[in-house]
C-alpha cells in the first residue's frame, strides 16, 4: 500500500473544507469514478462535520483558527487498468493560521506545522474573489458553466470568444475594474496578497534542505493551486490563465521553486454552483456534486467531480 500526505493550505474562506466535504460525500455515495474508499476513516466524526451542512444544501461552517485536521483515507484508486490501494493522509489546518505566521513567523512555527515538510504534494486553495489584480477582474464569470465531462477543444473557444461582446464592440464593451488609488508614502503598507502562503512554501522548502529557486526532483513534490468557486468566472478562460494573470506572484514562485511538469492549476467548484441561490441550492439537493477543470494539450478537460486534483497529485499525468 502506497502512502501519500498532501497538506491542504489557504487562507480564510478559501474553499479547503467545502472541497473536503464534498469530496467526503462524493466518496459516500460512489460517485466519483475509478476511486472507492476502503474503510471509514478513524475520525469519521470530523468528515461528518463538513459533509452534513452539504447534505442540507448548505456550506460547511468556518474552520476555527486554532483546529488542526489530521483525516486518513484508504483509498482504491484505479489509474489505466490497475488498482492501487493508497494511504491518504489529508493535513487541514485553520485558513488564519497561515496569517498568523506571516505576522508571528519567528514563534509560531508548531511541531503540527513544522511536520507539513514531510508531505509529498501540497493543495493551495486561492479564491480569485480575493485577488487584486487586474487580471482577477477580468476573469469574472459572463457565461454558463459548460457541460461537465468533456474537452473544450480550440476551436469551441474560440467560437465562445467570438460570442463575447468584445468581438463585435471593440475591446472596451467590457467593464473595467476600478483602478487602486495611487500609493502614498503615509498611506498604510499593504501585504500582496499570497506572500504568507508563499512564506509557507519557503519555510517548508527550507526544512526539506531546499535553498531558494532550487527545484527538487521531479515528481517528489506537487503543488496543485486549486481556484476555488470556479462556477463564478468566465468558463472560456482556463486555470492555468488564472494563475497567470490572476495570481502572477505565486505562478512566478512555483515556477521558480518547482519542476514546471509537477505544477498544475486547476479551476474547482466544489459544489457546482452559488449554494445560497435558493433555487441552485434546489437542484444541489436532488443532485449533490461539483466539478473540477485542468489543461492539456487538447483544451479544457471538465470532470463532474472534485477528485481530478487528488488524480493528478497522486499519480501525475496518466
Not at 478513524?42 to 451542512?53: K, Y
Amino acid at each position: 500500500m502506497t502512502r501519500v500526505r498532501i497538506s491542504i493550505l489557504g487562507g480564510p474562506g478559501s474553499g479547503k473544507s467545502t472541497f473536503i466535504g464534498s469530496l467526503a460525500d462524493g466518496l459516500d455515495r460512489r460517485a466519483i469514478d475509478g476511486i472507492n474508499r476502503y474503510c471509514l476513516p478513524e475520525n469519521a466524526s470530523v468528515l461528518r462535520q463538513l459533509t452534513d451542512p452539504l447534505l442540507d444544501g448548505r456550506y460547511p461552517d468556518h474552520t476555527a483558527m486554532s483546529t488542526r485536521t489530521l483525516i486518513d483515507l484508504e483509498l482504491d484508486v484505479r489509474v489505466r487498468e490497475e488498482v492501487t490501494r493508497v494511504k491518504l493522509d489529508l493535513a487541514d489546518f485553520g485558513g488564519e493560521q497561515i496569517q498568523h505566521l506571516f505576522k508571528n513567523r519567528t514563534t509560531s512555527w508548531t511541531d503540527d506545522w513544522q511536520a507539513q515538510r514531510e508531505a509529498s504534494s501540497y493543495c493551495l486553495f486561492v479564491q480569485l474573489d480575493q485577488m487584486p489584480t487586474s487580471g482577477a477582474a477580468t476573469l469574472k464569470r459572463n457565461s454558463p458553466t459548460q457541460p461537465r465531462g468533456e474537452h473544450r477543444h480550440a476551436e469551441q473557444l474560440a467560437s465562445d470568444q467570438a460570442s463575447q461582446p468584445e468581438s463585435v464592440y471593440g475591446p472596451g464593451a467590457r467593464h473595467e475594474p476600478d483602478r487602486p488609488p495611487p500609493a502614498h508614502s503615509d498611506g498604510p503598507v499593504l501585504v500582496p496578497k499570497l506572500l504568507d502562503l508563499i512564506e509557507v512554501l519557503q519555510f517548508i522548502r527550507h526544512h526539506r534542505g531546499l535553498d531558494p529557486a532550487e527545484r527538487p526532483p521531479p515528481g517528489t513534490q506537487r503543488v496543485a493551486v486549486l481556484f476555488s468557486a470556479w462556477d463564478r468566472f468566465d468558463s472560456t478562460f482556463g486555470p492555468e490563465r488564472a494563475l497567470r494573470e490572476g495570481a502572477p506572484l505565486l505562478a512566478d514562485y512555483c515556477w521558480a521553486n518547482f519542476q514546471p511538469e509537477d505544477v498544475m492549476a486547476f479551476g474547482l467548484s466544489a459544489t457546482g454552483g452559488d449554494l445560497r441561490d435558493e433555487s441552485y441550492r434546489k437542484r444541489y439537493l436532488s443532485h449533490p456534486g461539483g466539478f473540477s477543470v485542468r489543461e492539456d494539450s487538447r483544451g479544457l478537460l471538465h470532470r463532474g467531480d472534485v477528485a481530478q486534483p487528488l488524480r493528478w497529485l497522486l499519480f501525475g499525468d496518466v
